[in-house]
């Protein structure tokens, strides 16, 4: 079993600036990739960016340039640096944590909303 735990989540105005953490405690070590995702009212959730254990990032075209994911394998924890927010970014953004056996495991969710 993976737990996960977001923080960092908050309203921020257009242009503005967020991180997100996402703290892994658990069976941390069967972990081989770290994403974040979110979802809008009324929309699916999409996936927003991704990390492997070898630090190989892959990001949804609409935040190529202003997000940015990491890891801090020490610490356990996966982070997502946004920048230059827009209203479009408003959704509550969850941590995923796959498994070498492909199980997945979700976060509780951290709210995000970009005023315009």
């Known amino acids: 079993q993976v737990q996960l735990v977001e923080s960092g989540g908050g309203l921020v105005q257009t242009g503005g600036s967020l991180r997100l953490s996402c703290a892994a405690s658990?069976?941390?070590?069967?972990?081989?990739?770290m994403g974040w995702h979110r979802q809008a009212p009324g929309s699916q959730r999409e996936l927003v960016a991704t990390i492997t254990n070898d630090g190989s990032t892959g990001y949804v075209e609409s935040v190529k340039g202003r997000f940015t994911i990491s890891r801090d394998n020490a610490n356990n924890t996966v982070y997502l640096q946004m920048n230059s927010l827009k209203p479009e970014d408003t959704a509550v953004y969850y941590c995923r944590a796959r498994t070498t056996d492909r199980v997945g495991y979700w976060g509780q969710g951290t709210q995000v909303t970009v005023s315009s």
């Open positions: 658990g069976s941390i070590f069967s972990i081989n990739t």
